[in-house]
């Protein structure tokens, strides 16, 4: 079982790493899956997604490294020691300095897969004077459907042991205003974070916030984005036909 999981792992990471994509180049970015235990699987430091193989891909304990997440500061070398500790296997690679942030992300983000790039479309909006802004509300329907309809957003914190104090508290947040996790998590100056149910809805994600971006940029030689009224962005995220959509896209194989 888990080994399908590391499989599809692997293929995710790759498709996520593709250079025609421009989503996570030489070392960026980084995925995660839920194992079937007490633990999950999260790219390993230093590696790229899109040569990514099995080995580039560390079991580590989630109960753990939670543990660590509740303190309220760690010096970077106690970072070092905690990312060693939380291993399932002690030979394994050492996980990326984000596996804090993918803990918190499938502890409490509704999700068993999640994926983290830097895409240069949506860098060039969340580094941008507007940070977040042109996500908070939308422009064509199907980013609805897909990437949903409310997003969290981190202001810039440096990035492992900090940012997953902001992701958790920006998660905690937006369930507690929406009883539930949006799919995506904008991190300004930085980059997003996926939060899916599947493999393929990770990707699905990612790949139509990668054109919703792009057509934000574009927009903006035109006179800028003509946003829909929220009344009519809130019907589409609670269309029965919408959902049906949604469902039928988790069940697509690639
Ligand atoms: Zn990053």
């Not at 064509?140 to 897909?146: E, G, N, R, T, Y």
Request: glycine fraction near 8%.
């Amino acid at each position: 079982m888990s080994n399908d999981k590391l499989e599809k792992l692997v293929e995710l990471s790759r498709e996520f790493g593709r250079e025609d994509r421009g989503w996570a180049i030489l070392g960026e970015g980084n995925t995660s899956v839920m194992g079937d235990a007490d633990s999950f699987y999260v790219k390993a430091s230093g590696s790229c997604l899109g040569l990514a193989n099995r080995s580039d891909f560390t079991e580590v304990n989630i109960s753990q490294a939670l543990e660590f997440v509740a303190k309220p500061s760690m010096t970077d070398a106690e970072v070092q020691d905690a990312l060693e500790a939380i291993k399932v296997d002690p030979n394994a690679k050492r996980p990326s300095v984000e596996t804090f942030v993918h803990a918190v992300c499938l502890s409490i983000g509704d999700c068993n897969w999640v994926g983290h790039g830097h895409p240069e479309s949506v860098l060039s909006i969340l580094c941008s004077q507007s940070g977040a802004k042109p996500y908070l509300e939308h422009i064509f329907p199907d980013a609805i459907v897909v990437c949903g309809r409310n997003f969290a957003v981190v202001p810039y914190v440096d990035p492992g042991f900090k940012l997953a104090h902001g992701v958790r508290d920006a998660l905690l947040e937006f369930k507690g205003k929406y009883g539930k996790a949006p799919k995506i998590i904008f991190l300004e100056n930085h980059g997003p974070f996926i939060l899916g149910q599947s493999d393929i809805d990770v990707i699905n994600t990612m790949q139509m916030l990668d054109k919703w971006s792009k057509v934000i940029l574009a927009n903006q030689l035109f006179g800028g984005s003509n946003y829909l009224a929220k009344a009519e962005s809130d019907r589409i995220e609670n269309r029965l036909d919408e959902a049906y959509r949604r469902k039928r896209l988790l069940e697509q194989e690639r």
